[in-house]
């Protein structure tokens, strides 16, 4: 019976980096790559700093690893951000590995980013993937989206 795949499932602001694109006031894109992984650091248009937080650069790099090596994961993003088209900029400009950005990671096509639920979001994945929602694991640094998307299974 072959392996069933798995699903990373993460929040962007405040759960990968800081800070929230909201608090890109007078500023956002384009962003300006200042430092290269390990310690990811982009600024915005009014100089302001926005960084991948904690281990985050090598978790990412870790699953890209797993995946290369053929394992059954997949990783995905699960965004309510006001500018999308920022978050989707940063994904594209935060390295996690050499020559490997975190949109390398997650591709475009499971990058839910917009308004509404975390269990919207998570509807989309499962259709997009076909995995199972006991067979996904969600990084948020908002309970309270934890608890709405558990109740999926």
């Not at 800081?18 to 007078?26: I, R, T």
């Not at 384009?30 to 650091?41: D, E, H, R, S």
């Not at 870790?62 to 088209?85: N, T, Y």
């Not at 920022?86 to 949109?103: I, T, Y």
Request: hydrophobic fraction near 40%; aromatic fraction near 8%; proline fraction near 5%.
């Amino acid at each position: 019976m072959p392996t069933q795949k798995s699903l990373i499932v993460f929040d962007l602001d405040a759960c990968c980096w800081m800070p929230e694109m909201y608090q890109l006031w007078g500023g956002g894109a384009p962003f300006k790559q200042v430092t290269a992984a390990p310690n990811n650091v982009l600024t915005d248009t009014s100089g302001t700093r926005c960084r991948l937080l904690g281990d985050v650069a090598a978790c990412w790099a870790a699953c890209h690893s797993r995946m290369q090596a053929g394992e059954p994961l997949l990783v995905g993003v699960a965004s309510r951000s006001d500018e999308p088209a920022w978050a989707r900029e940063c994904l594209n400009k935060f390295m996690v590995a050499e020559g490997v950005s975190m949109m390398d990671v997650v591709g475009e096509e499971l990058c839910e980013i917009y308004k509404g639920s975390k269990r919207q979001h998570f509807a989309a994945l499962q259709q997009k993937t076909g995995i199972p929602y006991s067979r996904m694991c969600f990084f948020d640094d908002d309970t309270a989206n934890i608890r709405d998307v558990s109740t999926l299974g």
